[in-house]
């Protein structure tokens, strides 16, 4: 079945530790992003790319980095900067569209707590 | 840039009884609007989606929404609650911009037996 996998599921992390949250996806979409979700404030936008070995920052970029080297493959580094990366952390793809109606597709999130 | 306000952030309502999300959209072109599910712990599904073609949209689940320009809105219904529409909702907007989606804050939808 066609999807997106992120993984972990649940990870901790101790203060000043680096960790990557995998994103994989193989419905052959073009663009991927991360969000971030915090209780009450919806999903705020981390990081976004619409093709392969380019990425932009999104409204919540600082303390984080991305690379896109493959198609499938978003992974997001949480960083030591991120001051409070405590958070449910949602990857999503969707089909690079002229017209901006194409549906995202979400994994089933990653949760990180730091501790 | 544009912008998405979910007018309330808990609806509880009983078994069988109506229910209204309200959604109010803030876009300085003609936007594509979404509402998306989320269920505890999980991603988010699409229920319906508006792309400037019928006002009034159907999606999964007994949901629909109606587009009113004139008022800015895209509020989501259904005639009769299920205890299975317990859930988190999201109103949210395109920003053609930059092809990434805008969301709104949520609407925790509680249903009563």
């Known amino acids: 079945d066609g999807g997106i996998t992120q993984s972990p599921k649940y990870l901790f992390r101790k203060e000043g530790q680096n960790v990557t949250l995998s994103c994989e996806q193989n419905l052959n979409h073009d663009a991927m992003y991360w969000y971030r979700q915090d209780p009450g404030q919806g999903l705020r936008l981390i990081y976004y790319?619409?093709?392969?070995?380019?990425?932009q920052k999104g409204d919540i970029a600082e303390g984080y980095s991305v690379s896109r080297e493959k198609k499938e493959s978003f992974p997001l580094t949480v960083t030591s900067a991120q001051k409070n990366p405590t958070a449910f952390y949602l990857c999503?793809?969707?089909?690079?569209?002229?017209?901006?109606?194409?549906?995202?597709?979400f994994g089933e999130g990653s949760r990180l707590t730091v501790l | 840039a544009q912008s998405v306000t979910q007018l309330d952030s808990h609806v509880s309502v009983s078994e069988g009884t109506p229910v209204l999300l309200r959604c109010n959209y803030s876009?300085?072109?003609?936007?594509?609007l979404f509402w998306y599910v989320q269920h505890p712990n999980k991603g988010l599904q699409l229920l319906l989606k508006?792309?400037?073609?019928?006002?009034l949209v159907k999606g999964i689940n007994g949901f629909e929404a109606e587009f009113k320009k004139s008022e800015t809105s895209f509020h989501l219904t259904k005639p009769s609650a299920h205890m299975s529409d317990a859930a988190e909702y999201f109103c949210v907007v395109s920003d053609g911009g930059r092809r990434a989606l805008t969301f709104g804050s949520g609407t925790r939808l509680q249903v009563q037996p």
């Open positions: 790319s619409q093709i392969v070995n380019d990425f």
């Open positions: 999503a793809s969707r089909e690079r569209d002229r017209d901006d109606t194409g549906e995202l597709f």
């Open positions: 876009s300085s072109y003609s936007p594509s």
């Open positions: 508006y792309t400037s073609a019928a006002t």
